[in-house]
């Protein structure tokens, strides 16, 4: 079992910044890929950013050189610096880690943590 768990959210001011941090945890497996994903209240949850463990990332158009993604493998984690906040920033944001166990991969996701954002 993997237990992933997030952190560093909370209220900011719009222009501000806030960083997010996601730890994996478990035992027998090797990530393949962590990455962030974000819910605002009544809308379906959407990607943010992800980082391979082949070093790729992949970012929302909406998020694009305002949001990095970093990992340190070391240590099964993942970070999301978020600068110049919006009020559309603001959502619970899920970390997703998926692993790879004997050849199949798994989904695992944190709790999630609240970003708001006031104008």
């Known amino acids: 079992q993997v237990q992933v768990v997030e952190s560093g959210g909370g209220l900011v001011q719009a222009g501000g910044s806030l960083r997010l941090s996601c730890a994996a945890s478990?035992?027998?497996?090797?990530?393949?890929?962590m990455g962030w994903y974000r819910q605002a209240p009544g809308k379906q949850r959407e990607l943010v950013a992800t980082?391979?463990?082949?070093?790729?990332?992949n970012y929302a158009d909406s998020v694009k050189g305002r949001f990095t993604i970093s990992r340190d493998n070391a240590k099964n984690t993942v970070y999301l610096q978020m600068n110049s906040l919006k009020p559309e920033d603001a959502a619970v944001y899920y970390c997703?880690?998926?692993?790879?166990?004997?050849?199949?991969?798994?989904?695992?996701w944190g709790q999630g943590t609240r970003v708001t954002v006031s104008s």
């Open positions: 997703k880690c998926t692993t790879s166990i004997y050849g199949k991969l798994y989904d695992y």
């Open positions: 478990g035992s027998a497996f090797s990530i393949a890929a």
């Open positions: 980082s391979s463990s082949g070093g790729s990332f």
